[in-house]
């Protein structure tokens, strides 16, 4: 799946990651067909924390529920 990738302060990179899988019975998966990075986001982004490279972000999402734990 794509997911929006960390890369440094105001660096960020849409990149295949491993599909996201039920863990918990309190899981759902949902294929997002609309998403964003939220205000809340861009202090992230902005390197104005200790996010770690590499991570995944973002929350403002739209989907439709494929499964549920």
């Known amino acids: 799946m794509k997911a929006v990738v960390y890369k440094g302060p105001n660096e960020v990179n849409v ?5 996201a ?3 918990r019975p309190t899981d ?4 997002i ?5 939220c205000g809340s986001d861009l202090h992230m982004y902005e ?7 590499g991570r ?3 929350h403002e999402n739209m989907g439709e529920v494929i499964e549920v734990g």
């Open 33 to 37: 067909t609309a998403t964003n990075i």
């Open 15 to 19: 990149e295949e990651v491993p599909d």
């Open 28 to 31: 759902v998966l949902v294929r």
């Open 47 to 53: 390197g104005r924390t200790n996010f770690e490279t």
């Open 56 to 58: 995944t972000f973002g």
């Open 21 to 23: 899988k039920i863990e």
